[in-house]
T-cell receptor
């Protein structure tokens, strides 16, 4: 079956612009996660959605970051007023409840 | 707080040889899961193997096995009969298994080990 998909694959933007990153999870997976991977680093948790429960936003680095998940499926991560330090790979993962997470290919964001 | 340590930034292995990638962890939780992911140059994180803290047997998946030593808090990945396609970054990760409040399901990752397989 289809895996986790993310779009765009690559995004180049200017400092101060807003960007939206999209994640389409595996069908039937109730949990969805966003992570950020800076150059040469491990993954950093950003936000977690589970079903209709309130999301866990404890990993979001600032109030410029927000995410939503519509209809329990597709999720959008929005970064407002981008800064150069936001440059990273943004990875989305989905899982059945409490089970192994499967990752998408990521979106490579470059802020100039 | 959970912490994962991977002490080998880079490793080399001859093709067809076995290699062990080290991972130690720190947690106060009694119930947790340990994961290994492979990240090739394409960037996608590929799930390899899982070990639960209460599993008595070491996990195996094909050429991958996890050497789980609970008392030492280590969860080393062993790759047997290395292949050129095994060249990639390898990440060890963990998470709680029992719900204990907000944010308890995310994975905590180590910084990774870059494995290079030499022909």
């Amino acid at each position: 079956g289809a895996g986790v998909s993310q779009s765009p694959s690559n995004k180049v933007t200017e400092k101060g612009k807003d960007v939206e990153l999209r994640c389409d999870p595996i069908s039937g997976h109730t949990a969805l996660y966003w992570y950020r991977q800076s150059l040469g680093q491990g993954l950093e948790f950003l936000i977690y959605f589970q079903g209709n429960s309130a999301p866990d936003k404890s990993g979001l680095p600032s109030d410029r970051f927000s995410a939503e998940r519509t209809g329990g499926s597709v999720s959008t991560l929005t970064i407002q007023r981008t800064q150069q330090e936001d440059s990273a790979v943004y990875l989305c993962a989905s899982s059945p409840y409490q089970e192994t997470q499967y990752f998408g290919p990521g979106t490579r964001l470059l802020v100039l | 707080a959970q912490k994962i340590t991977q002490t080998q930034p880079g490793m080399f292995v001859q093709e067809k040889e076995a290699v062990t990638l080290d991972c130690t962890y720190d947690t106060s939780d009694q119930s947790y899961g340990l994961f290994w992911y492979k990240q090739p140059s394409s960037g996608e994180m590929i799930f390899l193997i899982y070990q639960g803290s209460y599993d008595e047997q070491n996990a195996t998946e094909g050429r991958y096995s996890l050497n789980f030593q609970k008392a030492r808090k280590s969860a080393n990945l062993v790759i047997s009969a290395s292949q050129l396609g095994d060249s990639a970054m390898y990440f060890c990760a963990m998470r709680e298994l029992s719900y204990s409040g907000a944010g308890s399901y995310q994975l905590t990752f180590g910084k990774g080990t870059k494995l290079s397989v030499i022909p």
